[in-house]
């Protein structure tokens, strides 16, 4: 009896212990399907920190993150998957969890294929407040907390009938006490094991969550979150600056009561349309400081739907204060820039990076003869006819500016051929536009009408080169031309002449009539002169009533003679003033090149010489300089 008692014993204890190694198995395994499905929630928020941070940074360890996040997350579904096997009901939900998994991961491949990283951080980080993204999220997080539970109604049951087996073998086998205890205890450990996997579980979770915390605090944007009823659940470190700004609290309502008043209608208009319509509400608008000046901001906010039900706001805000000035700043240049363009002397014109233009100021539209309206989106080289000094067509510099990415300064003057056929002088300037990346965006010209500076220019180097009195070449044009005339000379073995001529009489006239009448004389007796020489001969006044004739290409002395003699006839009774005839004739000195000098100061001097003899002689009369022992034969 005994043995049989204790042989019911063992088979009892052994059967009661074969039951508890399995409802401890199965407990364990709900552990196990616990742990994964922990693991799993791990790496669906990782993979959503990690999408952020790809949304706002764009590059590729950013991706490489997303996909390793993925990676880990499947990995974690197919342990969980062999957990599980064909067990109900875990199969079906884990069926629901892995489709909500990989429709997740889909919607955060489109989110970060769509992202535009040419536009602003708040744009982009915005994507992720939409509904569409915000739906997949909490319907993945619901199937997660729907799996877990239904695992913990398992794990308590699986509890249940194991410590109802612990009954039956405390009872049944009293005997076996110990080895109870020592199964209790291995129970007890594995348990503490256990707990110790979970606890570390949920402490790198809260790390995750700080993390992802310190992420949202470093954004430069301020991030807040209403619930349903338009309450403030959270806000970030920037929403909260941007609030203490304006209030001490910084929460939501504190905000709307330190709106300017004239911004708070359509602020609360907006707000209610949010409310009405779900549609995600964008407003720029001002805020009052404490000491009463203005902060710019802008706010995107969009509703959170889960089921087609709101449960609460997700918001973005911007300070736009410095961008707001900036933009002040620069309108008042650009008004300064405006005016100045509109008010300087020189035409000035702008154009795209094909020459068409965009811009013309006021002297530009005057100078062209056209307004400024119709000239813009004319080509350049359409409105503006330039010719060179030939009256060849010259195209304006601007596109070969713009061309070869430099400034082009023309300084020898072209004109401007006006619709009348009056032609301009002017100079022109073209330099390219460029953008901020140093690409040609464009073009601007400058012209400047250089007609009266240039014909003052003429008239001083007319001043500075003739006689004002009788505007024949003065002394200094004389020898540039005399010296130019004996470089010919030497070129091709030729003889140069030179009648150096004085007025017999200027005193007498000057003293008996007045300096007026001597002046009158000297005019008469310029015409006199270029009357009388060659067409290729030279007439000058170099001083008083002193004259030169340079004559080039002479054949010999009697040429120069044959000329001096003809000069003294022509002076005989042709000068007068005021219809009565006045007693002047012309001495005349004569020299040749290279028969009496070699040079102009030498030539010069002889025919000084020579002019000096024909006063002592009697005056009226020419006479041709001795020549010189060193004379060249030509």
Same mark, same amino acid.
């Given at each position: 009896m005994g043995a049989a008692l204790i042989g019911l014993l063992i088979v009892c204890g052994v059967a009661t212990t074969g039951a508890l190694l399995i409802a401890q198995g199965r407990v364990a395994h709900s552990y196990d399907v616990l742990h994964e499905t922990s693991l799993v929630r791990e790496d669906v928020q990782a993979l959503r920190l990690r999408v952020g941070i790809f949304i706002v940074r764009g590059d590729r360890a950013s991706r490489d993150d997303v996909a390793a996040s993925i990676r880990s997350a499947r990995a974690?579904?197919?342990?969980l998957r062999a957990l599980v096997g064909s067990n109900q009901p875990q199969k079906p939900l884990l069926d629901q969890l892995a489709g909500a998994f990989e429709e997740r991961v889909r919607s955060s491949t489109r989110l970060m294929s769509t992202a535009d990283f040419s536009a602003a951080i708040e744009s982009r980080a915005r994507a992720m407040t939409e509904p569409a993204y915000q739906v997949v999220n909490a319907r993945l997080m619901d199937s997660i907390d729907r799996m877990e539970r239904a695992e913990e109604l398992l794990l308590a049951e699986r509890r249940s009938r194991q410590s109802g087996i612990l009954l039956v073998l405390g009872i049944a086998l009293g005997g076996l006490v110990f080895w109870a205890v020592a199964i209790l205890a291995r129970l007890r450990r594995a348990a503490h094991d256990l707990i110790g996997?979970?606890?570390?579980?949920?402490?790198?979770?809260?790390?995750s969550k700080a993390e992802l915390e310190a992420f949202i605090d470093a954004s430069p944007l301020g991030l807040f979150h209403l619930d349903e009823r338009g309450l403030p659940t959270y806000f970030n470190a920037e929403a909260i600056r941007m609030g203490e700004l304006v209030t001490e609290g910084g929460s939501v309502a504190d905000w709307l009561a330190s709106v300017h008043p004239e911004d708070s209608d359509a602020l609360n208009s907006a707000w209610h349309r949010l409310l009405r319509t779900n549609e995600s509400l964008e407003e720029m608008f001002r805020l009052v400081r404490k000491d009463g000046s203005p902060v710019w901001v802008e706010s995107h906010l969009a509703p959170v739907l889960v089921e087609n039900r709101t449960t609460g706001f997700v918001g973005v805000c911007r300070d736009l204060s410095e961008r707001k000035a900036l933009e002040e700043n620069l309108f008042a240049a650009k008004e300064a820039a405006q005016v100045t363009l509109e008010s300087i002397g020189d035409a000035v014109i702008a154009t795209d990076a094909e020459g068409v233009i965009t811009f013309l100021n006021p002297r530009a539209a005057v100078l062209l003869e056209t307004e400024a309206q119709r000239g813009v989106g004319m080509p350049v080289d359409e409105l503006l006819q330039l010719v060179d000094e030939d009256g060849e067509a010259s195209p304006t510099s601007l596109l070969r500016a713009i061309a070869e990415n430099r400034t082009i300064d023309?300084?020898?003057?072209?004109?401007? /051929?006006?619709?009348? #056929?009056?032609?301009?002088?002017i100079e022109d300037v073209a330099a390219p536009i460029r953008n901020r990346q140093g690409t040609v965006i464009g073009g601007v010209l400058v012209l400047r009408d250089v007609s009266i500076a240039q014909a003052i220019a003429e008239r001083m180097r007319h001043l500075a080169e003739y006689d004002v009195l009788t505007d024949l070449p003065n002394r200094l044009l004389f020898e540039d031309r005399a010296r130019q005339a004996l470089h010919a000379a030497i070129r091709h073995r030729a003889r140069v002449g030179l009648l150096y001529i004085d007025l017999d009489g200027f005193k007498q006239v000057n003293d008996t009539h007045g300096h007026g009448a001597g002046d009158e004389l000297l005019r008469q007796v310029a015409a006199c002169l270029e009357s009388t020489v060659r067409l290729t001969d030279? /007439?000058?006044?170099? #001083?008083?009533?002193?004259f030169v004739v340079l004559m080039p290409e002479v054949s010999d002395g009697?040429?120069?003679?044959?000329?001096?003699?003809?000069?003294?006839?022509?002076?005989?009774?042709?000068?007068?003033?005021?219809g009565e005839p006045l007693d002047v004739t012309f001495s005349v000195g004569a020299a040749l090149y290279p028969d009496h000098a070699t040079d102009v100061v030498a030539l010069m001097r002889q025919a000084d010489h020579a002019l000096y003899r024909a006063k002592q002689s009697g005056r009226n009369r020419a006479l041709m300089a001795p020549e010189a022992a060193n004379s060249v034969s030509v």
């Open positions: 974690r579904l197919a342990s996997e979970l606890s570390a579980a949920y402490r790198d979770t809260a790390l023309v300084i020898k003057p072209r004109r401007l /051929v006006l619709s009348d #056929g009056t032609r301009l002088d030279t /007439v000058c006044r170099i #001083g008083g009533d002193e009697e040429g120069a003679m044959n000329l001096a003699e003809k000069i003294v006839a022509a002076a005989q009774g042709r000068f007068s003033w005021h």
